[in-house]
């Protein structure tokens, strides 16, 4: 049985890739002997392309490079000169930070959404997933829809059974793709200046937008992962003690790779008495924890509650960020700062603000740092796709309980509208009955089922400045309308809630109204960049 669909290229297309990829058939590679801006830029088209980044980079990129010259290189044979000056500092020096200084860019294929979230977890690594929104997810890989097929739960009794509804499940999403997209073109206006192509892009994206909530949480999707040795070491260690198989799989995969590149930054991570026991550790202490809240509350129902609730602030968040944004300016210790502030009048305060915050000709025209002095914590009860996208944002603390249908899905409006509810409504059931068919045996893989739409409580805790950041792009009018919902409700809370009223006013670019087409602007504004090029 085949986990991963190897990639096969002709011997032209291989002489042209061995230089500059880790190997030409699995489904994770490092790139090397690339510009850094072609790295980049491989990884920014990968995110809204169905392709693999090899293909992508004989297709889109090759012929814009002079390759000539490398032809005598093989990037899968290792770097042996750079492990042995790696090795030396490490001798001599035995500093950890030095595995700061060497990075790689890793492309991640074929790895389901659970797996993604494992991936993306670490704050200080960059990574670019590929969007839901500009891909139709019924394209075949190897002639099979492309969701992961777990070897344990194929090589027992319900293989044949997860195949079967997971298949199911994609010709449903197909079928709805067609449907709903054919219901917002015949219900759309559509201006005069605006293409065909231009037309037909935005009502598809809005299309797949609506539907993507019956894909399962086994959907494959492409990962590129930029980051330090040090941050990959990181990431490697918790993949190696994490429950799900597909993880650990993965991390060998990923070592194997990373290995030809800084090899001499990754060598404790599988070392019995160094990495071994740090992934024990964090095992052991997962499974301990897990198994003292289950006995202490896992027979108790949840309370019913709203999608967004801010369970926790600061009254005096906003004091205490007038005395921080004070305090380089001052030579008065915080504390006297902080009484100072307290007194002054209202009046006093807002030109405080203003004098820092200023005119914010955009969203990127953010404050400084004195914002980071009081935050909120918000309870998140939203569908999984929605989480997708939050999860991103990793300059904050985001947790989250486990995938499952017991909280309900979403049935998004545009679906009921376009009289497809019953077909939605009939694959969420596949989907649960399916997930609850695989629980017993498969704790860890059932999740694989959940499709999208389902429930998902998680809680973010972020800081103002941060706050300014994901609520003002996440409230732009091309975004999801399940994230926008989310982002927008949290805004609310942080002024009314909260009370924070002027750090609220300071989020200058939030977005209340979404246009009927989200992706429409960008569409035209990609045409006109198009046209001058």
């Given at each position: 049985m085949t986990v991963y669909i190897p990639e096969v290229f002709t011997e032209d297309e291989a002489a042209v890739l061995r230089p500059y990829f880790s190997n030409l058939d699995g489904p994770v590679f490092a790139l090397v002997n690339l510009p850094e801006v072609v790295k980049g830029a491989l990884f920014a088209r990968y995110s809204r392309s169905p392709k693999s980044l090899r293909r992508l980079f004989l297709d889109e990129f090759v012929q814009d490079l002079d390759v000539s010259g490398d032809r005598s290189v093989d990037a899968s044979v290792?770097?042996?000169k750079a492990e042995r000056l790696y090795d030396k500092v490490f001798l001599e020096y035995g500093d950890d930070s030095v595995a700061q200084l060497g990075a790689v860019h890793l492309a991640c294929e074929q790895a389901s959404n659970l797996l993604t979230k494992i991936l993306e977890w670490g704050r200080l690594m960059s990574y670019l997933e590929q969007s839901t929104r500009y891909i139709n997810y019924d394209a075949r890989l190897g002639g099979r829809y492309r969701y992961f097929r777990d070897?344990?739960?194929?090589?027992?009794?319900?293989?044949t059974r997860y195949v079967g509804d997971l298949d199911r499940l994609y010709d449903s999403y197909s079928s709805l793709?067609?449907?709903v997209t054919e219901h917002i073109r015949?219900?759309?206006?559509?201006?005069?200046?605006?293409?065909?192509?231009?037309f037909h892009q935005a009502t598809r994206a809005k299309g797949l937008d609506a539907v993507r909530g019956v894909l399962p949480a086994a959907a494959l999707s492409n990962v590129g992962i930029f980051g330090s040795g040090q941050g990959y070491e990181a990431l490697l260690l918790r993949m190696r003690a994490h429950p799900l198989p597909e993880a650990r799989h993965y991390a060998d995969l990923m070592l194997t790779e990373l290995r030809k590149v800084i090899p001499s930054f990754l060598k404790r991570v599988d070392l019995a008495d160094r990495g071994g026991r740090w992934s024990d550790y964090l095992a052991e202490r997962q499974d301990s924890t897990m198994t003292a809240v289950d006995d202490l509350f896992g027979a108790i129902e949840p309370d019913s509650s709203e999608e967004v609730v801010l369970v926790d602030f600061d009254p005096d968040g906003e004091n205490k960020v007038l005395a921080a944004l004070c305090y380089p300016h001052s030579h008065l210790p915080e504390g006297q700062l902080l009484t100072q502030v307290s007194k002054l009048s209202d009046t006093q305060k807002a030109e405080l603000f203003e004098s820092y915050v200023g005119v914010r000709e955009n969203r990127r025209h953010k404050p400084g740092r004195a914002f980071e002095r009081t935050g909120?914590?918000?309870?998140?009860?939203?569908d999984y796709g929605a989480f997708r996208d939050l999860q991103r944002h990793r300059m904050l603390t985001i947790e989250w309980q486990r995938l499952s249908p017991d909280h309900g899905f979403v049935l998004p409006d545009l679906v009921e509208a376009a009289g497809c509810a019953p077909m939605f409504t009939e694959a969420m059931d596949r989907s649960r009955e399916l997930y609850e068919a695989l629980r017993p045996d498969y704790p860890e893989q059932a999740p694989y089922a959940i499709s999208m739409a389902y429930r998902l409580r998680y809680v973010m805790q972020f800081n103002a400045r941060e706050a300014m950041h994901m609520l003002e792009l996440r409230t732009a009018p091309q975004g999801h309308p399940s994230y926008r919902r989310v982002a927008l409700e949290m805004y609310r809370q942080i002024g009314e809630v909260a009370g924070h009223k002027a750090l609220a006013q300071a989020m200058t670019h939030i977005t209340?109204?979404?246009p009927e087409l989200e992706r429409l602007d960008s569409e035209r504004r990609a045409e006109e960049r198009r046209s001058k090029g």
């Open positions: 290792g770097l042996d070897p344990e739960i194929l090589s027992g009794p319900f293989g793709v067609g449907l015949a219900t759309t206006p559509r201006s005069i200046k605006d293409s065909d192509f231009v909120y914590r918000f309870d998140v009860l939203g209340s109204e979404a």
